[in-house]
C-alpha cells in the first residue's frame, strides 16, 4: 500500500511543472485577466512557479484553455469563465489586467466589443483593485502613440491617434484605459502600473494572429508567398519586475533593435528554410509607419532588457507553430 501511495503522489507532483515552496507571508493572491491568451498563460507559468496562487479570468474569446490545461486541478490554480466587462468580486492582492484582444484582425472583428472590454472591463477592474486594495497592473499598448511623428518613442510622447479610424477601438480603448488607471490612483488611491508593451511573438501566440511574425512564419512553412517586431518571456519578466516596482507611471517594454519589415521576411524565410518568395501589396490604412521603444526608463528603473536573442526567439515560434499545424492535420482526419 505504502508503494501505491508514493506512487500515487509521484504521479501527482510530476503531473504538474516543478512550483517553488512559498511561505504564507510571501505568497500572493493574484488575478490575471486574459490568462488564457499568448502572453497571459506565460505569466501565469511564471507565478505558478514562483509560488503564488493565481486565478486566471478569460471569456476566451481569442485565449484557449489549452494554454493553462497543464496547471487545471493544482491546488494554488484556478481558471473562471468570466468576460470582464460584467463586475466581478473575489479576493486579490495584486491584479494583471490583460483581458483585450491584442491583434489587429481580433480587435477589428467587433470594435465595440474592443471597447467595452478596455473601458468598463478596466473600470470593473479597477472598482475590484479598488474594494480589495490590490495594486493593478494594466497590460498597455505601443499603439497609444499611433503611427508616430518621434522616433524613437520614450513615455513622455503624447501620440498621434486617428480617433475615427479602424484602429481606434484598440488605440483610444488602452489609452482610455490609461486615463481611467491614473483616475483611480488620483481619486481613490489605487496603486496602479502601466506596462507599454510593444510588439511579442513567441510560442502560444496565435496562429492566425493576423501580426507581421505570425504571418510570415506561417506563410514560410505552408510554402506561400511572404506578404511584405521580443520573447514572451522577456515580456514576463517585464511586467513582474514593473508590478513589484514603485513606479506608477507608464514603462515602455519592447525590444529597441529595429528591423525593416523586409528583414523580418529574408530571416524567416532562411529559418524556415524554404522558397517561399517575397511580394509586397499595399499598406493597411493607419499603419504605424516606424516603431522603436526608447527603453531607457525600464533599464535605469526597473533593471530590464530584453535578452533573447532575435533569432532564438524566432526559433521558438517557429517549432510551437509547426506542432501546432501538425497538431491541426491529424485531428482533420478525426
Ligand atoms: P491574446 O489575445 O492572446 O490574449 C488576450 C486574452 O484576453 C485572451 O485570452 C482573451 O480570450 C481574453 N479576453 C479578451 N476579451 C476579454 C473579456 N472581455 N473578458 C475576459 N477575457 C477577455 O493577446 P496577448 O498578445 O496575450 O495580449 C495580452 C495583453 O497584452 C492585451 O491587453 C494586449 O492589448 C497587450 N499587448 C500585447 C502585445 C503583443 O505583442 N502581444 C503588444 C501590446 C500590448
Ligand atoms: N466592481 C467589481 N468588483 C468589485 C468592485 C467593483 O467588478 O469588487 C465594479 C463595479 O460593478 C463598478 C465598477 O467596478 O461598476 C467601478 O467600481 P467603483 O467602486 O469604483 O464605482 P461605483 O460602484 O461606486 O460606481
Redesign the pocket.
Known amino acids: 500500500l505504502r508503494e501505491k501511495i508514493r506512487e500515487l503522489e509521484l504521479s501527482f507532483t510530476q503531473k504538474y511543472p516543478p512550483v517553488k515552496f512559498l511561505s504564507e507571508k510571501d505568497r500572493k493572491r493574484i488575478l490575471i485577466?486574459?490568462?488564457?491568451?499568448?502572453?497571459?498563460s506565460h505569466l501565469t507559468d511564471k507565478l505558478m512557479m514562483d509560488g503564488h496562487e493565481v486565478t486566471v479570468?478569460?471569456?476566451?474569446?481569442?485565449?484557449r484553455k489549452r494554454n493553462v490545461e497543464h496547471w487545471i486541478g493544482h491546488e494554488n490554480f484556478e481558471l473562471i469563465n468570466?468576460?470582464?466587462?460584467e463586475p466581478l468580486y473575489i479576493e486579490v492582492d495584486q491584479i494583471y489586467h490583460?483581458?483585450?484582444?491584442?491583434?489587429p484582425p481580433?480587435y477589428m472583428y467587433n470594435p465595440i466589443?474592443t471597447l467595452k472590454?478596455n473601458t468598463i472591463?478596466t473600470l470593473n477592474m479597477l472598482g475590484l483593485a479598488k474594494r480589495v486594495g490590490a495594486r493593478l497592473l494594466l497590460?498597455?499598448?505601443?499603439?497609444v502613440y499611433g503611427d508616430p511623428e518621434v522616433h524613437p518613442q520614450n513615455e513622455e510622447y503624447w501620440g498621434h491617434v486617428n480617433p475615427i479610424g479602424p484602429r481606434a477601438c484598440y488605440d483610444e480603448g488602452?489609452r482610455v484605459a490609461e486615463t481611467m488607471c491614473y483616475a483611480y490612483m488620483k481619486q481613490e488611491g489605487v496603486e496602479v502600473r502601466v506596462a507599454r508593451?510593444?510588439?511579442?511573438?513567441g510560442s502560444r501566440?496565435?496562429m492566425n494572429d493576423g501580426?507581421v511574425v505570425s504571418n510570415f512564419i506561417l506563410q514560410a512553412l505552408q510554402g506561400e508567398p511572404l506578404v511584405v517586431s521580443f520573447s514572451p518571456s522577456d515580456l514576463v519578466n517585464g511586467l513582474v519586475s514593473l508590478m513589484n516596482s514603485n513606479i506608477s507611471s507608464p514603462v515602455n517594454l519592447g525590444n529597441p533593435e529595429e528591423h525593416t519589415i523586409l528583414e523580418f521576411a529574408q530571416l524567416i524565410k532562411s529559418l524556415v528554410g524554404n522558397r517561399s518568395h517575397i511580394q509586397f501589396l499595399p499598406e493597411a490604412q493607419d499603419d504605424p509607419q516606424r516603431r522603436r521603444p526608447d527603453i531607457r526608463k525600464a533599464k535605469m528603473l526597473l533593471g530590464w532588457e530584453p535578452v533573447v536573442p532575435l533569432e532564438e526567439g524566432l526559433n521558438k515560434t517557429i517549432q510551437y507553430f509547426s506542432r501546432e499545424l501538425e497538431h491541426q492535420a491529424n485531428n482533420q482526419y478525426i
Open positions: 485577466t486574459g490568462g488564457a491568451g499568448f502572453v497571459g479570468v478569460d471569456n476566451f474569446f481569442t485565449g468570466h468576460d470582464v466587462v490583460l483581458a483585450s484582444p491584442a491583434s481580433n466589443k472590454t472591463g497590460a498597455s499598448t505601443s499603439e488602452k508593451i510593444f510588439n511579442t511573438f501566440m496565435h501580426r
